[in-house]
């Protein structure tokens, strides 16, 4: 009797933690960019180098000639001819789809810095939390891919000129 009344009194002395419905807005943080916006722009950076990349496929692997396929290599000849343009190619099929991978991860990855005991003032802890939103992630993947094929290019085209 006299352990279980210990006991007793124990727990009635115990503190209870204080939950604020107010803090619960400081431990949420918003996204940089909105998920759904940053998809719909994402996939505008994201054709014209994909658009590229499929008529080069379809006319080196399939040997088609159509007149699309046509216009645009006509229009990137003609672009490679005027000065101070050299570098709309490279700006198409390397930057275009890192700033699609930039957009796309600010949009579902949330970090938040926070104090964990207000004792400890250096005491800090990160948190990174990833949303899983398909289409922005699916964004981020083609984007790698043609990151991943342009560096390839860029790598095979300097081995084979220097041989």
Known sequence: MKDQDEFLKQMENLKVPD?????H??????????AGRSAA?????VIVPCYFLICVFIYYQFHLNANWFSAMFSTIVQLEKVPYIDYIGPLVLFILPIVCIVINLLSIIHVQVKQIDPDRRKVKELNIS?????????????????????????MTENISIKN
Do not use: E
């Not at 939950?19 to 803090?23: F, L």
């Not at 722009?41 to 950076?45: A, T």
């Not at 990833?130 to 860029?154: D, E, T, Y």
């Open 19 to 23: 939950v604020n419905p107010s803090q």
């Open 25 to 34: 807005q400081d431990m949420v943080k918003m996204a940089i960019m909105n």
């Open 41 to 45: 722009l994402g996939v505008w950076l």
């Open 130 to 154: 990833i949303r899983l939103k398909l289409w922005n992630i699916v964004l981020i993947l083609i984007s790698l891919a043609i990151v991943f094929a342009f560096i390839n290019f860029a």
